[in-house]
């Protein structure tokens, strides 16, 4: 891939790639004339300093590099526990991959099912060690009170907001526990749209895992940015009614996750292994699903009647008579990914990818919107892009569990704390799933404004 030097241009098309966001926030708003537009104002300007900060100002890009290795060397500890539980790994599974000078590289191959999933597993059981050690709550502390004070936010908004940079968006509201029954609309909004537009620990280690180590500091960076972005797109969907005055106490919940330390770290092993699990089942699922339907796509609809052939030309394929699809091009032919494509990839320039590569990163968008974030990132690491900066803009607005079936969990999970809000959660699930796309769609037009 092309590495293209940072130019000065690319700030005024970011900008661009923002109004465009907000103005599409702004027409799915249910209440336009109450919207805060000092709040978004001040929203979107955080997010962008604090892009500038982490990109450019270098004892800050030190710090979240430094947090980003932190994570990789666990990474590297996951591994070690995987190598004894599994086995060193046997000559079938090595792999050769030739260096700059033609020697070759002795690599451990790439394993999903051992290399990715247990990840899920150490780092659900370290979230619940420093959950239990009141080391988490320090942190989510911190950055809720820096963007209460930023935003004037009430404080259920921020340690929500906070608190999904870190933990699922399920296991996120026990942070705000205390407030959850008596929240206004706005704030189940706000709680909403920040789950759908961040990840978690343990899902953190696994894209890491699907990418490689030097994306760390960029999904890292992504969480942190969401979080503001989240805000901002949930107090223009859904903003406060202004006679509501606004609590900003910052109220962590006290509940333990276990009565000590080996019984936190149990607890968490066990969430993470129903994590891993899910994850697992899901991406088998999902991939065989989206095979069968591009079966009758390509292999039908689009051998039958010429589509694959005109797609290869268009896309940079080479069409082979005998299987009907196109080799060495960015598509085979007619499939759910180049529809997806076609959709997506007007948003995709608008983010600040080049307009080669907006069709396979609009593919992308698609994937992560419809089916989930874990297939579209299983995509990317194999994605044939001409550009290095696509493929980070690409990561950045992946970097959220906004699709449809986070809808559900949401409902599931935060109604079972606070039966009272199942309704509001029903009502605002679409919305939420927008706000938190729209919020990735955000911090991938300001990343790709510095980077």
């Not at 199942?422 to 404004?449: V, Y």
Request: negative net charge.
């Amino acid at each position: 891939m092309e590495q293209l030097p940072w130019h000065w241009s690319a700030i005024p098309r970011g900008i661009f790639g923002l109004v465009v966001i907000v103005a599409l926030a702004y027409l799915f708003s249910s209440k336009k004339k109450d919207i805060d537009w000092a709040l978004v104002g001040k929203g979107m300007l955080f997010q962008i300093i604090l892009a500038l900060a982490i990109f450019k100002f270098q004892p800050v890009y030190w710090v979240f590099d430094g947090i980003a290795q932190f994570f990789i060397e666990v990474l590297n500890f996951t591994e070690k526990g995987a190598v004894f539980v599994f086995g060193a790994w046997p000559d079938w599974l090595q792999v050769y991959t030739p260096s700059e000078d033609g020697q070759a590289l002795h690599t451990i191959g790439y394993v999903f099912a051992f290399k990715v999933l247990p990840t899920i597993v150490f780092f659900a059981a370290l979230s619940s060690l420093l959950y239990y050690l009141g080391i988490l709550q320090k942190i989510v502390y911190g950055l809720a009170w820096v963007m209460s004070k930023v935003m004037r936010l009430s404080g259920a908004e921020s340690l929500a907001a906070a608190a999904n940079v870190f933990i699922g968006q399920t296991e996120a509201p026990l942070i705000v526990k205390p407030y959850l029954e008596n929240m206004t609309k706005s704030e189940i909004m706000c709680l909403m749209t920040g789950g759908m537009a961040t990840i978690a620990g343990g899902v953190f280690a696994a894209f890491v895992g699907f990418l490689g180590d030097e994306y760390a500091f960029h999904l890292l960076t992504a969480s942190v940015i969401s979080a503001p972005a989240a805000i901002v797109m949930a107090k223009i969907l859904y903003p406060e009614d202004k006679d509501i005055e606004i609590n900003t106490d910052l109220d962590i919940s006290k509940e333990k996750i276990g009565s000590n330390v080996l019984d936190a770290i149990a607890n968490g092993t066990t969430d993470g292994i129903k994590l891993a699990v899910n994850v697992g089942a899901m991406l088998l699922v999902f991939i065989a699903m989206i095979a069968m339907v591009n079966y009758v796509l390509t292999d039908m609809i689009g051998c039958w009647t010429g589509l694959n052939q005109s797609i290869g030309e268009v896309t940079g394929g080479t069409y082979n008579v005998e299987t009907c699809k196109c080799e060495g091009g960015k598509f085979e032919g007619f499939s759910l990914e180049y529809i997806f494509g076609l959709f997506f990839a007007p948003f995709a320039w608008i983010l600040g990818v080049p307009w080669s590569d907006a069709l396979v990163v609009g593919e992308l968008l698609g994937t992560k919107t419809v089916i989930n974030e874990f297939v579209a990132f299983a995509s990317l690491k194999s994605s044939i892009l001409g550009f290095e900066k696509s493929k980070i803009i690409a990561a950045y607005a992946l970097c959220g569990f906004a699709n449809f079936s986070s809808i559900g969990i949401q409902i599931g999970g935060i109604g079972a704390i606070a039966p009272s809000q199942r309704k509001t959660l029903s009502q605002f699930g679409i919305k939420a799933l927008i706000g938190g796309t729209l919020a990735c769609f955000a911090t991938a037009a300001i990343a790709g404004m510095f980077y």
